[in-house]
């Protein structure tokens, strides 16, 4: 068994998380990951007796206090527009031992804010991830790396400047979080200036590997190259062979996709989307699924947010008018002792619902309501308006049922503004049945999750699912679209199954039934509700197997480079055997187009043609 004593990874991303130390980012869920996934990394493969190290590389942004970072003396260059510049590098290491390495350039990175870090204009952006690619490479190349990890395609410009010779010995592999963003940008003067401008050799890479109906297409550029240098292309939710998940969804085409509309509502659909976006080669390589896992801090006997010493820390630093929670009995109670739980304490849990209650709508609970929860961004793919599409009627239905919903939508986004009036038209109408706040507060938000019946989570596309996780794991039944990684907690919630998404009113009927059934249940069958709330509560969402198959993958690398080697040692003995009989055998070989090509074959004839050059 081949298993190295030790690893170094270079893991690069735009995003890594740990924001409260000021020196980190997140916008998304790939920033949550990040923060957590080195960690467990090192964990498991110390259980395989392996020392692994891992460099977090990312781009140094400009609200970052540079002043708490060592400046690293090292040399960087960069070109971009054929204008060379350098990068600066600074090393940070956090207190749990993680080291994070800073790329800064004034002219790149001058703009961006905490909130504010993926350029608008395609053009701007492929310059800056060309521009920190370079520099990222030009340190991978002067450091001693066994392995690089990349994460999402605003890094997956870096193995076209690392080289084939450094390419031949280092394995590279590519974890995609969200192939709805390609990193697709508009052709200037043609497709070979376009990639000139961004210092690649436009004449020799534009059609083989960035093409993408006439523009660049960063992420299908980062899957071949990874894919033919022997990496492995993943994405965070489904299993190794793509079977399920978010891999398994990647791999339909738009036909597939429209079949199973039609297949769903008995009719034909009027759109569908396609999480590929589009690009077949996702049908083509095999993308394999290793599914996110969650810290235990997100399990209810751990949750920071239900600690009362926590809470006295977060209120501290806010000004006394400004409590937390509004309500004064909310307040005191949750800053007062821990309302930590876990399945046998759920009497903890039901506090919890009478607090959130008063938070939410000022009484205390009579007659046991149901709490139907959601919580997120106001955006496309969240798909949270289907919510209040369904509120009315909801109620109708059960006079107990009320909704709590968090949630903000990005000022310029105009459809995601007007979802927050609807939900304000029906907090208005309705105020003692739906609670609406598009404020963020964090222990508000997990008060929600722990105090709540049900979860809706009604994603368009959803890759991994952390909110599922975080509901699941505190007791609150997710009711939510069958989708990505949200399939992998359908044993233990109500999951409808839509992909017309011109029929707003059909899926708003599907999402209906599951809500009516999951009521219902609660209602009627409470041994079958609590069977689900504790099925959910004893997910195993650790890390523990998602971060052994990253080990294993990073082991495979190495095992695939040896494979590489031996092709290359066949053909050369082969070639060697032939004798005088080489220019024979290679005027009558030629080896089958697509399909019926063989990568031997094809390696052997390209041996051939440079021994007779």
Not at 188 to 203: F, H, I, K, M, V
């Amino acid at each position: 068994m081949f298993k190295p004593q030790k690893m170094r990874v270079a893991m690069a991303a735009w995003e890594i998380g740990r924001v409260k130390s000021g020196l980190g980012i997140k916008l998304g869920g790939l920033g949550a990951i990040i923060e957590e996934l080195p960690a467990e990394l090192v964990k498991a493969a110390a259980r395989q007796d392996i020392e692994l190290e891992i460099e977090i590389l990312t781009p140094c942004f400009a609200h970052y206090d540079k002043s708490r970072l060592t400046p690293l003396a090292i040399e960087l260059p960069a070109i971009i527009n054929g204008s060379p510049f350098s990068f600066q590098a600074f090393e940070h290491i956090f207190p749990d031992g993680q080291k994070v390495i800073y790329f800064w350039d004034r002219w790149q990175l001058d703009w961006t804010n905490a909130t504010a870090i993926y350029p608008s204009d395609p053009h701007m952006a492929a310059k800056l991830y060309s521009s920190v690619a370079q520099a990222m490479a030009g340190y991978i190349k002067q450091k001693q790396f066994s392995t690089v990890h990349l994460h999402d395609y605003h890094v997956g410009l870096i193995p076209f400047f690392l080289g084939y010779d450094c390419l031949k010995e280092l394995p590279v592999h590519f974890t995609i979080h969200n192939a709805t963003y390609q990193g697709i940008t508009p052709l200037q003067d043609g497709g070979y200036a376009s990639l000139d401008r961004l210092n690649l050799p436009g004449e020799k890479l534009f059609h083989k590997y960035f093409d993408f109906f006439n523009n660049l297409n960063l992420i299908k550029a980062c899957m071949l190259k990874v894919y033919e240098t022997g990496g492995k292309i993943t994405t965070v939710s489904g299993d190794l062979n793509g079977t399920w998940g978010y891999a398994a969804e990647l791999k339909l085409s738009h036909e597939a996709m429209w079949q199973k509309a039609a297949a769903q509502k008995g009719s034909s659909p009027g759109e569908v989307f396609v999480p590929n976006r589009h690009l077949d080669l996702f049908e083509k390589l095999p993308i394999a699924g290793i599914t996110n896992g969650m810290s235990d801090l997100n399990r209810p006997e751990q949750l920071p947010e239900l600690k009362a010493s926590v809470l006295q820390k977060l209120q501290a630093l806010r000004h006394p008018d400004d409590p937390i929670f509004h309500h004064p009995t909310t307040q005191s109670e949750m800053l007062a002792r821990d309302h930590t739980f876990d399945q046998e304490h759920l009497e903890i849990k039901t506090e919890l619902k009478r607090l959130l209650h008063l938070e939410a709508f000022g009484t205390e609970p009579i007659n046991d309501p149901i709490l139907i929860t959601a919580i997120g961004r106001l955006v496309d793919q969240k798909n949270l308006g289907l919510v209040a599409d369904i509120i009315e009627r909801t109620i109708i239905h059960d006079p107990g049922a009320k909704f709590i919903i968090l949630a903000s939508a990005p000022k310029e986004d105009d459809a995601g503004q007007a979802i927050e009036g609807a939900f304000f038209r029906l907090a208005a109408m309705y105020p003692e049945r739906v609670y609406f706040n598009n404020t963020f507060n964090l222990p508000l938000s997990k008060l929600i999750l722990a105090g709540g019946d049900f979860m809706l989570i009604p994603s368009r596309f959803e890759p991994c699912g952390l909110v599922d996780y975080e509901a699941s794991l505190v007791g609150n039944v997710v009711i939510g679209r069958a989708t990505g990684g949200l399939t992998k907690v359908r044993y233990c919630a109500y999951l409808y199954e839509w992909l017309d998404i011109s029929d707003r009113f059909g899926e708003a009927h599907a999402f209906f039934e599951q809500i009516r059934a999951a009521i219902d249940t609660y209602r009627y069958d409470p041994g079958r509700h609590e069977w689900l709330k504790r099925q959910a509560m004893a997910i195993n969402a650790s890390w523990d197997r998602s971060a052994t198959q990253y080990i294993d993958m990073y082991r495979y690398g190495f095992l695939h480079k040896r494979w590489i080697t031996y092709q290359h040692e066949v053909v050369n003995q082969f070639i060697g055997s032939l004798d005088d009989d080489r220019k024979l055998f290679n005027d009558f070989f030629a080896p089958g187009q697509k399909e019926y090509g063989d990568k031997l074959d094809w390696d052997l004839k390209l041996a051939l043609s440079q021994v007779d050059e």
